[in-house]
């Protein structure tokens, strides 16, 4: 282990409990290895307990971060300590006698994603839950973290702030503070640029197509909408990281910073270049609404298990409404291009049959064990709370505003919201949420969230979009419908879903089969739609697959095609109250859309 940068106590430390020192350091970027130090000071305790955290706020799934910590020894006065493993998170020293010890191991950081660590020749990124060990009791004790690069190029952005006099060393003011501040060590681009008198930095590592000039242009408009909302910024100064590479996507808020990756050339095409500017409104919207703005069962981290709440629906997909509406308020893309994206969104609703069987309170709830895995029955079974919360957040919005001739929306309850617990930081819990909600629209709203939100009735888009001159129209494509969706692996057609009730289960097809043919004749790679609009419904035709590595010939009957795509469009004729209410949404006019 490396002891290139020294651990040393100065004028910023507490006067009661122990005095806590990280050293960061990656001699060896190429091996993937963190190599970590803890150093303590004024530990009374005869055992020092160690947790590592099973999961990151912000994504609700136990990630199991000890799973790559390796090589861990402790030390007192250059002497071996005894210690041992109680749990799968959890390491105890004995220390009887010392109040100095010093702790050592290593994590291993070949996961490059928003909520996990990345190291390698060309950088190294780090989350805290996923590196450092929690003190039992000792929470609220301020944190000294130095940062030891490999090369002395290599620069260090994170949103904590530097220490005085002490280089490459940050302050966290206590525990949750160190979990909720990445870093980025590097070769990576550094922007500064400002906003509303605060000072703002854009890390980006990764080669690409963007245009740093128009994105940051971009971002301070999201801030500045996003702040116009809440009334005003509340932090003095605020990080973004950017990761390019790949097919990549995803995002991690925090409350003074976020972590962003996203395709390296995903800039120039105009929808993909919106997408990326969604996630960035996404991820600055919850410095708000997540990081201040929370459920009372996460207003206390439980880092050792799941955290449950059944608002995961408000926290995430109210967030997904807004990250959809902020751009359009910031003057990045006009109503038109909105109006385009709400079908894409309602598409996927719509065409999510588990949007039937799970409630979004549940699926809230359910998040650790549903969202994050996936399988070949999910989409029969559950729905997104990010999608159906963005869904009702809609119809919320849109009954407020029309209730309220458009003087009030939900931009009221966000408000009403941040007064009442976010500038608090006090946890909501799912009556207080109901009732800020009702407050604003002015009606008791049991009635919605039983249908809507505990309950899995059929959304009434079009009840609530007439109001607004607008109407959801589905379309279908030409071929009957099998029930069916594939991916080609290996040049081999690969069904991984079939939709419950449709033709397909009833045939006996399964996700995992291979298709072959159909009525005897090959089916190619990515032809399966075109074979089926040689068929009318009401055909019975022979589907062949592999079954596991058996051949079997299934007889399917096809049925009525059935809609796959969704759009909003104007009324064809729209009254003047409509119209207004539709200007007074989406600052523009139905002619325009």
């Not at 955290?53 to 006065?77: I, M």
């Not at 390491?91 to 702790?103: A, C, F, I, N, P």
């Not at 009606?443 to 959304?459: H, K, P, V, W």
Request: aromatic share 12%.
């Amino acid at each position: 282990m490396t002891e290139a940068t020294a651990l040393h106590p100065n004028t910023h430390v507490p006067e009661t409990g122990p005095i806590i020192y990280y050293l960061v350091a990656m001699p060896q970027p190429e091996t993937h290895l963190f190599e970590v130090t803890l150093r303590l000071l004024n530990y009374s305790s005869p055992i020092l307990d160690l947790k590592l955290p099973v999961w990151t706020p912000g994504s609700y799934l136990v990630r199991e971060y000890a799973k790559n910590l390796q090589d861990f020894a402790a030390f007192a006065e250059n002497k071996p300590l005894a210690w041992q493993k109680i749990s799968k998170n959890h390491w105890q020293v004995e220390k009887t006698g010392v109040s100095e010890l010093t702790v050592r191991y290593r994590i291993f950081a070949n996961e490059l994603s928003v909520r996990t660590n990345h190291l390698d020749a060309t950088h190294g990124y780090f989350n805290g839950a996923a590196i450092f060990f929690r003190i039992p009791g000792w929470e609220k004790q301020p944190i000294r973290v130095t940062i030891a690069p490999p090369h002395p190029e290599w620069q260090i952005t994170t949103p904590l702030e530097p220490a005085d006099n002490d280089a490459n060393t940050f302050l966290a003011g206590d525990f949750d503070t160190l979990v909720d501040s990445p870093f980025e060590i590097g070769r990576h681009k550094l922007y500064d640029f400002e906003v509303l008198g605060k000072p703002h930095e854009l890390a980006i590592w990764g080669d690409g197509n963007f245009h740093a000039e128009r994105m940051i242009a971009d971002i301070q408009k999201i801030i500045q909408v996003e702040a116009e909302i809440f009334g005003g910024l509340p932090y003095e100064r605020y990080v973004f990281l950017l990761h390019l590479f790949s097919q990549a996507f995803g995002g991690l808020e925090h409350k003074n910073s976020c972590s962003l990756i996203y395709q390296r050339f995903g800039f120039r095409a105009q929808d993909k270049y919106d997408r990326f500017i969604q996630l960035v409104a996404h991820e600055f919207f919850h410095l708000w609404n997540v990081k201040r703005i929370r459920p009372k069962a996460l207003e206390v981290f439980d880092y050792d298990q799941e955290n449950y709440t059944p608002s995961l629906w408000f926290c995430e997909g109210t967030t997904s409404y807004y990250d959809l509406l902020i751009p359009l308020r910031a003057g990045i893309y006009d109503a038109k291009a909105y109006l385009n994206n709400l079908g894409k969104e309602i598409t996927r609703y719509e065409t999510t049959p588990g949007r039937k069987v799970q409630p979004v309170s549940e699926s809230s709830f359910d998040a650790w064990i549903k969202l994050y895995r996936p399988d070949a029955n999910s989409g029969n079974s559950q729905i997104s709370y990010y999608l159906k919360g963005e869904m009702v957040s809609l119809l919320l919005d849109l009954l407020i505003r029309s209730a309220h001739d458009n003087q009030r929306s939900l931009d009221d309850v966000m408000q009403k919201m941040w007064q009442q617990f976010g500038q608090a930081e006090i946890g909501f819990t799912p009556k207080q949420l109901q009732e800020v909600i009702e407050s604003v629209a002015g009606r008791d709203l049991n009635d919605f969230f039983q249908r809507y939100i505990d309950g899995t009735e059929d959304l009434p888009f079009n009840e609530y979009l007439e109001a607004f001159g607008l109407q959801l129209v589905a379309e279908q494509e030409e071929e009957p419908y099998l029930g069916v969706k594939t991916n080609v692996e290996n040049g081999r057609e690969i069904i991984k879903f079939v939709e419950t009730g449709s033709p397909a289960q009833a045939g006996g097809i399964d996700p995992g089969d291979e298709l072959l043919a159909i009525n005897g004749i090959k089916v190619a790679a990515n032809s399966l739609s075109d074979r089926l609009k040689d068929y009318q419904p009401n055909n019975t035709v022979q589907v062949t697959v592999f079954h596991q590595d058996e051949l079997r010939t299934y007889s399917v009957t096809l049925a009525s095609p059935r809609p796959t795509r969704y759009q909003v469009k104007p009324l064809e004729r729209a009254d003047s109250k409509q119209q207004q209410n539709f200007t007074g949404w989406l600052g523009a006019t139905l002619t325009t859309v």
